[in-house]
């Protein structure tokens, strides 16, 4: 029995121990980027499209308006504290609402 119980602690351990680092965001209304170069305004739309978030992308006046919202929560499981704040800090800069948790 105690070599059963010493086995499953020493299997589960590793995962008792990870940090596990979550940002959560949301944006219920719409916000737009005015991207002049058309590349970066794709990985922007796929990027966001990734994350759940409502797109849409049109080109005028030689740029393209990305415009986005993701009215319901969500969030992202990261593998560090150092990613978990790259990540708030685009999702600040795109408008969005985050809580970091740890």
Request: hydrophobic content about 40%.
């Amino acid at each position: 029995m105690n070599r059963f119980l010493m086995t499953f602690l020493i299997l589960l351990l590793p995962t008792w121990c990870a940090a596990e680092e979550l940002v959560r965001y949301q944006l219920p209304t719409w916000k737009a980027k005015h991207v002049h170069d058309a590349g970066r305004a794709d990985t922007i739309v796929k990027t966001l499209q990734k994350l759940g978030c409502e797109v849409k992308k049109s080109q005028h006046s030689g740029h393209v308006d990305v415009r986005y919202r993701c009215p319901k929560w969500r969030q992202l499981r990261l593998d560090s504290h150092a990613e978990a704040h790259q990540w708030e800090k685009w999702l600040k800069e795109f408008s969005f609402q985050t809580v970091h948790k740890h």
